[in-house]
């Protein structure tokens, strides 16, 4: 089980005062020490966190590997396409929305640019993935459009709010999984992960990586960014070995 550090919300605070602390590239390195597999940034079109510049400097810095998140328009993947990093996720995107909500549009027109932008990007050797939600019918598209990977969407899971809703929406989470792997597809989680409903998630059998963000940088807090993360990668492998 790999676990990704989403650090986009390191840049918010830097970014609610437009100065240049707390850095986000700074953030990946002591992420690294506690522990991260991989470091995960959404820049959006707006920049409203993550910045060009994180990206250029995480690229050299970043020991691990970078998962880029995107939106799936020729701009963007420009971007992507001169950075080269180890993995892109193709996300929606939405300017009023605070975080992404939703998995990826894979039907009608919404396919057809996100399957032109696997293909760029697989082009250049740069492996791919598709934010979707659990769903039978996405994860198939998915699969059909060639993407390397599905990262299921974890919200309605996370944001359950009564025992019976989390245990359904875990189902969900496990037969979309299931799906995914049998049809070739690596499988990733991410939203709205935390440190107290992580582990049934993690203890997903075909699920081989999770992105979390925002609970980690939160803890870092109080903890620190080391140590913050040390601490998700412990609940998240001990899941895996009960």
């Known amino acids: 089980m790999r676990l990704y550090i989403n650090i986009d919300h390191v840049a918010t605070v830097r970014q609610a005062r437009r100065t240049d602390e707390p850095d986000p590239v700074r953030a990946a390195v002591l992420a690294e020490l506690g522990g991260a597999d991989g470091i995960t940034v959404h820049l959006r079109e707006d920049r409203r966190h993550i910045q060009d510049r994180d990206v250029d400097l995480l690229m050299r810095t970043v020991r691990t590997g970078v998962n880029l998140e995107l939106a799936a328009i020729d701009g963007m993947l420009d971007l992507a396409l001169a950075w080269k990093p180890a993995a892109v996720t193709l ?53 059909d459009i060639g993407s390397d990977a599905v990262e299921l969407h974890t919200g309605d899971y996370a944001n359950a709010s009564r025992p019976e809703q989390q245990t359904a929406a875990l189902e969900r989470l496990r037969t979309a999984a299931d799906l995914a792997s049998s049809l070739g597809l690596s499988v990733h989680a991410g939203h709205g992960l935390t440190y107290e409903n992580v582990a049934p998630v993690a203890a997903l059998a075909a699920c081989e990586e999770l992105n979390i963000g925002h609970s980690i940088v939160s803890r870092s807090v109080f903890t620190g960014m080391e140590r913050a993360v040390r601490e998700m990668k412990e609940i998240v492998m001990r899941a895996r070995r009960c």
């Open 91 to 143: 996300v929606p995107e939405r300017r009023e929305e605070i975080t992404t909500e939703g998995g990826l549009a894979v039907s009608g027109e919404a396919r057809g640019r996100a399957e032109a932008s696997v293909v760029r990007l697989r082009a250049e050797g740069i492996r791919t993935s598709l934010f979707i939600d659990p769903d039978p019918e996405a994860v198939r598209a998915s699969a």
